[in-house]
Structures are given as structure tokens and as C-alpha cells.
């Protein structure tokens, strides 16, 4: 049982590069979500789906787009990096939106 | 909008003793959740303990336990007879009616032998 993995663990990009996170869950949950952690900010929501077909904006959307391929699977799509995006991401999963959620271990992202 | 602050930056306390972490947050909604999350140096975020707002019993596991003020719009978490790997940063968290989870800036907690 692995939890909630993500790919990759760490990646450095080129300003005006795309690359897309990868997230998967093997607890059978339902909803899903995408944060964000900088220094200082703790971690704000940019996208999150509360049930598999579904896809909502977070706190901080601009600039990212997310695919739920399933219930399992849960992707995050930078079409064209800004150093602003340099930040740690983690996926999280729960049974259900007021669930304790479970999170990736991050992806560390630069953006030069 | 709903906010969550997290007032203490960084904490110290000494291993074996108590200490408690501040939460305040701001909603006009009456049924929600709250959370606080453990960080450690890993990175890995781990579930401390959950309250949910229609409950006026204070959520307790093991040495943590919640003082959980509806009316203040308060969420303090109490860690007991501290220990080295309690050692982290510690979030709070907010969950709206449309499910968005709002965090706070978090409290880095020290544990001094």
C-alpha cells in the first residue's frame, strides 16, 4: 500500500517550458487535491477534485491546469513556466472532502 | 473570505513539557472542520487531529489534544509531555462548505533536550 505517490521528485525547468506533475492514490479516494508551499505562505490550494469527473479552482489556479484521468490518478499541467512556480507541490488525497487528507512525500520545482 | 492565522512563527519548549500552539480563524459558516498537520524536517504532512465544528467535545489523541472555542473562532493544539520527534512544523487548517481547505502559515516548533 503506497499511499499517494508523485512523479517526479524533483525537476528544474526553463522559463516558458511545460512539464506535468503526476499524482496517484491506491486508497480508493474519492477527492484529490493540488497545493502549493512556499516559504512563509504555508500551502495554498490550486486545484482540487472532489469526486472522480469533477475539477475545481483552489486559491491559486493561474497559470496551472489539471486533469482527474480517474479515480486513482491526479495530474498538474504548468503549459509554460515562470520562476514565480518555483515552489514544493503536494498531491493529497481523502475518502471524502471533510476526510483527513494524505499527502505525497512533494516535488521540489525550480524555474529558472 | 475565510482566513486562518496562525500567530506564533516559532515555538521552543522543553522535551517532557507541554505547549500550546494558537489558531484563530475567521468564517461565517457554522458547520465545518478543522485540522492541524505535522510537518517534520521529511516534509512528509501527517494528520495530528481533526474536529469537527458540531462537536463540542475536544478532539484527543494520545498526548495532543484541541481547546476548541466555537464562539472565539479558536483552535489551539495542546502537545503533552513533548518529545524530540514532536520536533516540526504544525498547520492548521480549515476546511469551507465547498470543501476548499484553507492553511495557515504554520509554527515551527523547537524541542530542547
Known amino acids: 500500500n503506497a499511499g499517494v505517490t508523485q512523479t517526479p521528485k524533483f525537476q528544474v525547468l526553463k522559463t516558458g517550458q511545460s512539464m506535468t506533475l503526476q499524482c496517484a492514490q491506491d486508497?480508493?479516494?474519492?477527492?484529490m487535491y493540488w497545493y502549493r508551499q512556499d516559504p512563509g505562505m504555508g500551502l495554498r490550494l490550486i486545484y482540487y477534485?472532489?469526486?472522480?469527473?469533477?475539477?475545481d479552482k483552489g486559491e491559486v489556479p493561474n497559470g496551472y491546469n489539471v486533469s482527474r484521468l480517474n479515480k486513482r490518478e491526479f495530474s498538474l499541467r504548468l503549459e509554460s513556466a515562470a520562476p514565480s512556480q518555483t515552489s514544493v507541490y503536494f498531491c493529497?488525497?481523502?475518502?471524502?472532502?471533510?476526510?483527513?487528507?494524505?499527502f505525497g512525500p512533494g516535488t521540489r520545482l525550480t524555474v529558472l | 473570505a475565510q482566513t486562518v492565522t496562525q500567530s506564533q512563527p516559532e515555538m521552543s519548549v522543553q522535551e517532557a513539557e507541554t505547549v500550546t500552539l494558537s489558531c484563530t480563524y475567521d468564517?461565517?459558516?457554522?458547520?465545518?472542520?478543522l485540522f492541524w498537520y505535522k510537518q517534520p524536517p521529511s516534509r512528509q504532512m501527517i494528520l495530528v487531529i481533526r474536529?469537527?465544528?458540531?462537536?463540542?467535545q475536544n478532539a484527543t489523541e494520545n498526548r495532543f489534544s484541541v481547546n476548541f472555542q466555537k464562539a472565539a473562532k479558536s483552535f489551539s493544539l495542546k502537545i503533552s509531555d513533548s518529545q524530540l520527534g514532536d520536533a516540526a512544523m504544525y498547520f492548521c487548517?480549515?476546511?469551507?462548505?465547498?470543501?476548499?481547505?484553507?492553511f495557515g502559515k504554520g509554527t515551527r516548533l523547537h524541542i530542547l533536550p
Open positions: 468564517t461565517s459558516e457554522s458547520d465545518y472542520y
Open positions: 474536529q469537527e465544528a458540531y462537536k463540542q
Open positions: 487548517a480549515y476546511r469551507r462548505r465547498d470543501d476548499k481547505i484553507i
Open positions: 486508497m480508493n479516494h474519492n477527492s
Open positions: 493529497a488525497s481523502s475518502e471524502v472532502p471533510s476526510d483527513t487528507q494524505y
Open positions: 477534485s472532489a469526486s472522480e469527473g469533477t475539477t
